[in-house]
């Protein structure tokens, strides 16, 4: 069964710092799009990062970066000089389906609390 | 361009009750997807739509269902709410949905409280 997995609940990072989020993921298809989510307290979902699964380079957007080892269905997210802005719920996220119909699966999250 | 909307923004309803949610997609995309977000079930998908038509649909009881117009807007419906069915519930949009690395656009949700 299709399945994401971030195992960090939690995670504090001081600012300016760099951050690695971790998300592996497990599915059986071949063509597939990977996200990323950002979720502040106001509960919307913010669209960071997409990497598709016949990419070869790993995507960047801005301070976004995404880490993509596709042998070891990983997925993780950098985000370079860390703001306080930053902190909120970040999800990963795999997309997956074909014409018959898709459907997103999401990890359970990791919060990142960004220090002063 | 405007983004995905969401009406109502807020929701309090009875148990037994039934409820409406309405999303508007962003302007030239056709897919709608709705999804559950709660914090000991987290989010889970409930069903997408294009062109007017279910696609798929998660695994929800049949007291959720929805429908998509002919201009991509959509609604679900909850009948006979129970108080499991405190969240708030998210819509997204995709341009076009035919692959399935369309990104998804968020509305800002609409949180339904049971009581």
């Known amino acids: 069964a299709q399945k994401i997995t971030q195992t960090q609940p939690g995670m504090f990072v001081q600012e300016k710092e760099a951050v690695t989020l971790d998300c592996t993921y497990d599915t059986s298809d071949q063509s597939y799009g990977l996200f990323w989510y950002k979720q502040p307290s106001s509960g919307e979902m913010i669209f960071l990062i997409y990497q598709g699964s016949y990419d070869e380079q790993n995507a960047t957007e801005g301070r976004y970066s995404l880490n993509f080892q596709k042998a070891r269905k990983s997925a993780n997210l950098v985000i370079s000089a860390s703001q306080l802005g930053d902190s909120a719920m970040y999800f990963c996220a795999m997309r997956e389906g074909n014409t018959g119909g898709f459907k997103t699966i999401f990890g359970a999250g990791t919060r990142l609390f960004v220090k002063a | 361009k405007a983004g995905v909307t969401q009406t109502p923004r807020y929701l309090i309803k009875t148990r037994g009750q039934q409820v409406t949610l309405s999303c508007s997609p962003i302007s030239g995309h056709r897919s709608v997807s709705w999804y559950q977000q709660t914090p000991g079930q987290g989010l889970q998908f409930l069903f997408e739509?294009?062109?007017?038509?279910?696609?798929n649909k998660g695994n929800f009881p049949g007291r959720f269902s929805g429908r998509q117009f002919s201009n991509s807007r959509s609604e679900m419906n909850v009948s006979t709410l129970e108080l499991g069915d405190s969240a708030l519930y998210l819509c997204?949009?995709?341009?076009?949905?035919?692959?399935?690395?369309?990104?998804?656009?968020f509305g800002p949700g609409t949180r339904l409280t049971v009581l």
């Open positions: 739509y294009f062109s007017e038509t279910q696609r």
């Open positions: 997204a949009s995709s341009l076009e949905g035919r692959q399935g690395t369309d990104t998804q656009y």
